[in-house]
């Protein structure tokens, strides 16, 4: 296979933009058989959405569905994101690893990829969000790798008899 902008990189989740975060983990849980699905508190950063800054707030949770984690968001706050902007619930993006973010954006620019939205994670990482939407009906998020995490969730998902499919983060078991 020939290289391409996107397929030299793995996709390692999928995000949904929900109204309800518990509601939609544990239906995904009962129909896809996926989770345990992990959530965060609700945090507030600052992101720059569409070149402005704003204080973004919002609540997430992951769980894995095979090789592939499963993100759900909540916004919580009325600021402009890249959540809000597609004025649907669902799909929002499809995200990537990149070892470079800086590479990555100057990448992506010179493809025809605008930013739609940057922040930073309440663990400190760089996550920028592309639009793809016109093209592709979703976000295409990069971000430098969060392996620790995906293997937390990978490892939790290994021998899961799918009971508690709603788990409050606690990285420390």
């Known amino acids: 296979m020939h290289e391409t902008l996107l397929n030299k990189y793995a996709i390692n989740h999928i995000g ?7 509601l939609a983990c544990r239906e995904h849980s009962a129909l896809f058989g996926s989770g345990p699905f992990f959530y965060l508190g609700e ?7 569409r070149g402005r800054e704003y204080e973004y ?6 769980g894995q569905f095979g090789d592939l984690q499963i993100e759900f968001i909540q916004v919580i706050s ?3 994101s890249a959540y809000k902007e597609m004025e649907r619930f669902g799909l929002n993006h499809f995200s990537i690893w990149v070892d470079n973010v800086d590479s990555a954006i100057e990448e992506f620019e ?5 930013i739609a939205m940057r922040l930073k994670s309440s663990g400190g990482a760089e996550i920028i969000y592309f639009d793809g939407v016109e093209k592709w009906g979703h976000y ?17 998902a290994e021998d899961w008899d799918g009971s508690e ?3 409050r983060l606690n990285m420390g078991k």
């Open 16 to 22: 949904y933009y929900v109204k309800d975060l518990e």
């Open 43 to 49: 945090h507030t950063m600052t992101s720059i959405a």
């Open 57 to 62: 707030t919002s609540r997430a949770a992951f």
């Open 78 to 80: 009325d600021n402009p």
């Open 110 to 114: 010179n493809a025809g990829y605008e």
């Open 140 to 156: 295409l998020e990069v971000s430098a790798p969060a392996e620790g995490m995906y293997e937390y969730f990978k490892k939790a």
């Open 165 to 167: 499919p709603y788990r």
